[in-house]
């Protein structure tokens, strides 16, 4: 109570007293605490924590609400305040400013997904990118066809994609349909358990990754890094991840040693297939067989997997049945 409502070490003597041992006349106070009591009372009255002569201690719920709404409300003015002067810094400091900058801070959702279409759809040579959960779309999910994947003269851009997914991330419908155009593009396409965040680097030369970690209170900020040893340290770490991750393919000369005696061809064919983003019905007459017989050995292998849904089959195969 001292430092946060002003009323000294004289003052919380007192109305510690007066809780303790019930109201007291004035004077009696004075001659327990000495000289400064008739002012510390008197502060005491002020802020509504003493009442009435004999002085009583009031309850401090009552006494004290006005006090916490007060400094709550000028804590939220200090938090806004110092969010402003931190945008502002973020905007004028030397080396974070301007188009060229090597480290650009984007705090707009609008321009982080101007940024990462640019990167995603702009590439010539190369895109690497982390995708984690929760998924959220910046943009549309721009099909394998769209006019902003061409070149002025019409012709498709295509480059090499290596996309890494996060697990979760494969329990999002939008996020699947982005793995689905990414394999339709020709991407490799591999599952992490986790990721440290989200990342997409273009050609090697630029890269958007958030500037704080997962779990903070602001995830809209968002760095981008144009050259330099900081995209050499995000390439480092794509590869790293890639490395201890599955990949989502089939190859169909030979089968995972677990899967020998669980899955056939026609099995890892249906694995491929929902990968690929065909329905139930497009599986069975690729195939030539029935929906009946898809859906019958989705289960089987759902249940030779211990999993209650596709995308989770499918993290499982890329594990266990798939070279």
């Given at each position: 109570m001292k430092?946060?409502?002003?009323?000294?070490?004289?003052?919380?003597?007192?109305?510690?007293?007066?809780?303790?041992?019930?109201?007291?006349?004035?004077?009696?106070?004075?001659?327990?605490?000495?000289?400064?009591?008739?002012?510390?009372?008197a502060r005491l009255r002020d802020v509504g924590l003493v009442v009435g002569e004999p002085a009583a201690a009031r309850h401090p719920d009552y006494a004290l609400r006005p006090l916490v709404a007060n400094a709550e409300f000028?804590?939220?003015r200090l938090k806004?305040?110092?969010?402003?002067?931190?945008?502002?810094?973020?905007?004028?400091?030397?080396?974070?400013?301007?188009?060229?900058?090597?480290?650009?801070?984007?705090?707009?959702?609008?321009?982080?997904?101007?940024?990462?279409?640019?990167?995603?759809l702009g590439a010539h040579r190369e895109v690497l990118q982390l995708v984690t959960w929760p998924f959220v779309p910046l943009t549309a999910l721009h099909a394998p066809g769209d006019p902003a994947r061409r070149n002025p003269d019409g012709s498709v851009r295509q480059p090499r994609r290596r996309l890494l997914y996060e697990r979760a991330v494969l329990d999002s419908e939008p996020a699947v349909i982005g793995l689905h155009n990414a394999i339709k593009l020709g991407a490799d396409v591999r599952v992490a358990r986790e990721l440290p965040f989200k990342l997409i680097v273009a050609d090697r030369e630029r890269a958007l990754v958030p500037r704080f970690p997962r779990g903070f209170s602001d995830q809209s900020s968002t760095l981008l890094i144009r050259?330099?040893?900081?995209?050499?340290?995000?390439?480092?770490?794509?590869?790293?991840?890639?490395?201890?991750?599955?990949?989502?393919?089939?190859?169909?000369?030979?089968?995972?040693?677990?899967?020998?005696?669980?899955?056939?061809?026609?099995?890892?064919?249906?694995?491929?297939?929902?990968?690929?983003?065909?329905?139930?019905?497009?599986?069975?007459?690729?195939?030539?067989?029935?929906?009946?017989t898809i859906l019958r050995r989705v289960k089987r292998m759902r249940e030779l997997a211990g999993v209650d849904t596709r995308p989770a089959l499918i993290f499982h195969a890329a594990r266990n049945w798939m070279n």
């Open positions: 430092s946060g409502l002003g009323i000294g070490a004289i003052g919380e003597e007192l109305y510690r007293y007066l809780v303790e041992h019930g109201p007291t006349p004035s004077s009696e106070l004075e001659r327990i605490s000495g000289p400064g009591s008739d002012d510390a009372l000028k804590l939220t806004a305040q110092a969010t402003e002067m931190r945008d502002l810094f973020d905007s004028t400091a030397a080396g974070l400013r301007g188009p060229n900058a090597p480290v650009e801070v984007l705090t707009s959702r609008q321009r982080v997904a101007a940024a990462f279409d640019d990167l995603s050259g330099g040893a900081l995209i050499e340290c995000m390439i480092v770490l794509f590869d790293h991840f890639w490395a201890e991750a599955a990949p989502l393919e089939a190859d169909y000369n030979g089968f995972g040693p677990a899967a020998a005696d669980e899955i056939d061809e026609q099995d890892m064919a249906i694995l491929q297939h929902i990968i690929s983003g065909q329905t139930d019905d497009s599986m069975a007459r690729l195939m030539g067989t029935s929906k009946s």
